[in-house]
Every structure is written in structure tokens, then in C-alpha cells.
């Protein structure tokens, strides 16, 4: 597989690390509400075009916290695989998760995780060192670290490790690629009016202002203007 060839449904799959409110507690180099938002935006665009999905965890109970139930409202039905080592490689359910997908043609892992520079880039680095096939794409706003170097630079590392820099909204179209593609249409435009800012404010405007749709919510009526006197 090149990394050449854009990313597909077909070719991808998705691993959320560490998404947990202690790790989220530590970061800086990012709006946490935006952080989360673009996790479970990125979720949500896996859920439409069936990507399998992996969730891992570290020290739940005793200091990371339950992932937040956002995300895994979107999976019920995942596991959720429980590690003691900051390294997501080095447990054998996260290994052997990733190569049963892999086997099935998926060696674009996409991964999303907390914090960049910890559990994201030992992770990274190690999967490429030990199976050279995969190719690492590293969401960068939907990861965070405890600074903003900390973040830029194992972003750079990463990349300098041939791992490809994305955010979650260039993941999702390219999983569209093309607006025919009927079946998805209606969810990731209803997904992009929910997660993701400017972009869906301007598709609810062309929808309602330029193409004379309803607005996506039932309210009052409007009363006025009544300019007072």
C-alpha cells in the first residue's frame, strides 16, 4: 500500500488512545472542548462508513478516568482495551486488534490519543518499527499535548518517522471523496452541521437561505420587529 493512495473505508481503520478526562486535564496545546468535539466528530465519521473502530484505555480506575461516555456512545459494542503501559504496542489486544484488521486490507491506522507526545508517539514509532507495512495517520486536532511544543514537536518526529499529519474534517471527506456517493451524504453533512464550526453554519445557510429548506429544528414564532416607540 502507498501512502500515495488517499484514504478509503476500505483501506482505514481507527484507534482512539487514552481518550480520558485526567489526560485531557494535562493539555495545553489545545482548546479541550474543541479537542473533544473533534474526537467524537472523528467518531461519529467512522461510525457512517463502518471503519473499525479500536478503543484503548490506561489506569482507569486508578487515576485516568472512564473514556468519555461521548465516544462510547457511538460504540456500544466495542471493547475496550485496558493497558498498564503507556505504550499502546506494547499490549497484545491493542496488537492483535490493529492486525485482524490489517489483515482484511486495512493498514491506514488512523489514530487519535492523548497526549501527543507520550502514548501517541511511542505507539506510533513502535508499530512502524515493528510492522513496516502499516502506515500511521496521526489526527492532529483530535490529539493533544501538554504544550503546544510538546504537541508540535512529536508531531515533527512522528512525521520525520514518515508517520502523515491529518485532522479529523480532512478525514472524513476523504473517506466521502465524492458528494454522489449518496449513501453517506445525508449523515456527513448532518455531522459536519454539528462538529464542525464555520463549515456546517454554512451549509445550514446555503440549505435554508440559497435552497429554501426548513430549518433543521422546530421553535417559536417569530414575532416582529416591533420598534419601540
Not at 467518531?43 to 485516568?64: D, G, L, M, R, Y
Not at 504537541?151 to 520525520?160: C, E, G, S
Not at 478525514?171 to 448532518?190: H, M, S
Request: glycine residues 6%; charged residues 20%; negative net charge.
Amino acid at each position: 500500500m502507498s501512502k500515495l493512495q488517499v484514504l478509503t473505508p476500505a483501506n482505514s481503520q481507527l484507534i482512539f488512545i487514552d481518550q480520558q478526562p485526567q489526560m485531557a486535564f494535562g493539555v495545553q496545546s489545545i482548546d479541550r472542548q474543541t479537542l473533544k468535539n473533534n474526537v467524537v466528530g472523528l467518531a461519529k465519521a467512522a461510525k457512517i462508513f463502518n471503519i473499525p473502530t479500536t478503543i484503548t484505555t490506561v489506569e482507569t480506575q486508578s487515576f485516568s478516568g472512564n473514556t468519555y461516555p461521548e465516544l462510547l456512545a457511538i460504540f456500544p459494542e466495542n471493547d475496550l482495551l485496558e493497558r498498564t503501559s503507556m505504550n499502546s504496542w506494547d499490549d497484545q489486544n491493542v496488537r492483535d486488534a490493529l492486525a485482524k484488521n490489517a489483515a482484511e486490507g486495512r493498514k491506514k491506522i488512523v489514530v487519535s490519543g492523548l497526549w501527543t507526545e507520550v502514548c501517541n508517539t511511542t505507539f506510533a514509532l513502535s508499530a512502524l518499527h515493528d510492522v513496516p507495512e502499516y502506515e500511521i495517520y496521526m489526527v492532529a486536532d483530535a490529539s493533544g499535548g501538554t504544550s503546544s511544543d510538546a504537541h508540535k514537536y512529536a508531531m515533527d518526529r512522528m512525521v520525520q518517522a514518515g508517520v502523515i499529519p491529518v485532522t479529523w474534517q480532512q478525514v472524513l471527506l476523504e473517506w466521502q471523496r465524492d458528494w454522489a456517493r449518496k449513501e453517506t451524504y445525508n449523515a456527513v453533512t448532518t455531522l459536519v452541521k454539528e462538529h464542525s464550526g464555520a463549515y456546517g453554519m454554512g451549509i445550514d445557510y446555503a440549505y435554508t437561505m440559497v435552497h429554501g429548506a426548513e430549518e433543521r429544528v422546530k421553535h417559536g414564532k417569530v414575532i416582529g420587529p416591533n420598534p419601540a416607540k
